[in-house]
């Protein structure tokens, strides 16, 4: 079988570019490693994304899922290894199948970057998470940490105080990076204290996580921290591990032109893989329908000719 449009991806890019996709007539498949929603899946409460007020994440992510598949898209199970461009075929690898397609839109968004200090590795699952929402019932009423300036680090914080007995968040610059709004509500909550111009040194415990080390960024003065779990936000790179590198920039992000076509005719990219100065649920979603619609009227010029 061969698809018109293979999307590798289920977040709001990929789900929103099945659904343009689907309604213009296209054979559409997803292939996801996890559940439909990408970040979206891990992400407590949504307050900016146009017509709805407040929804969970989850929740929305499965709106969207359900959304595409009534049109008729395909979802398939999988983790891409490879792609591969045979004549005007597009061939994916995964672990254990391989699908075919006259055209590729890549949304694998981003993964959570790593702090790269002795027993980060060695904790992971043992008091070490990149996810509040999955594991932060199982620390109620315990200290916890949060690595991380940023958006994400600042909703984890607030998402986590009514669960935590304690929150030390814990960022290397004196100002946040994150929406002066959720900065406000962080100073305002008593049970977070900040440790500004701290970066984290160390993770030690036995079998589980035990403690945090700190580092002052100013005057080199260390702190140990009692804590049950730590979660670090402290960014992401582009999940691109499966693109040939002459494909990306130095960062690793997918490079794609105004129609987000890459420089293999037929493989697009959307949402947060790619290059650009905002990455929000709203933009992702956008970049899937403006994808999928390129895509579209190439098959049809194609057909045409």
């Not at 709805?52 to 598949?69: D, I, R």
């Not at 005007?88 to 672990?95: H, L, T």
């Not at 979603?285 to 190439?298: C, E, L, Q, Y």
């Amino acid at each position: 079988m061969i698809y018109d449009l293979l999307i590798i991806g289920a977040g709001p890019a990929g789900l929103n570019a099945a659904i343009y996709a689907t309604r213009a007539g296209l054979k559409t498949a997803i292939i996801e490693r996890d559940a439909p929603g990408g970040k979206m899946t891990r992400t407590e409460k949504i307050e900016n994304y146009l017509g709805v007020s407040e929804v969970n994440g989850a929740e929305l992510g499965l709106k969207m899922f359900n959304q595409a598949s009534s049109f008729g898209s395909e979802y398939i199970y999988g983790n891409v290894k490879s792609i591969q461009k045979e004549g005007e075929i597009f061939i994916v690898d995964c672990e254990d199948e391989s699908y075919r397609a006259q055209k590729i839109i890549v949304a694998t968004g981003t993964k959570e970057r790593k702090l790269n200090i002795p027993g980060e590795d060695k904790f992971y699952g043992r008091g070490i998470s990149y996810c509040a929402i999955c594991d932060g019932a199982l620390y109620k009423g315990k200290d916890m940490a949060i690595i991380g300036g940023g958006n994400s680090a600042l909703q984890e914080a607030l998402y986590l105080a009514p669960l935590a007995r304690k929150i030390y968040l814990i960022h290397r610059r004196d100002d946040f990076r994150g929406e002066d709004f959720l900065a406000q509500k962080i100073r305002q909550t008593k049970n977070i204290e900040l440790c500004l111009s701290y970066s984290p040194k160390e993770f030690v415990g036995t079998k589980t996580l035990e403690k945090v080390v700190i580092k002052s960024n100013k005057n080199q003065e260390e702190k140990n921290l009692t804590v049950s779990v730590v979660f670090p936000f402290i960014g992401f790179d582009p999940a691109t591990s499966f693109l040939d590198k002459e494909l990306l920039d130095s960062e690793g992000y997918l490079i794609v032109d105004e129609n987000l076509e890459s420089k293999v005719k037929g493989l697009y990219g959307a949402g947060d893989v790619i290059k650009k100065s905002l990455r929000q649920i709203i933009t992702a979603a956008s970049d899937g329908a403006i994808a999928a619609t390129n895509v579209a009227k190439g098959l049809e010029k194609q057909k045409g000719n």
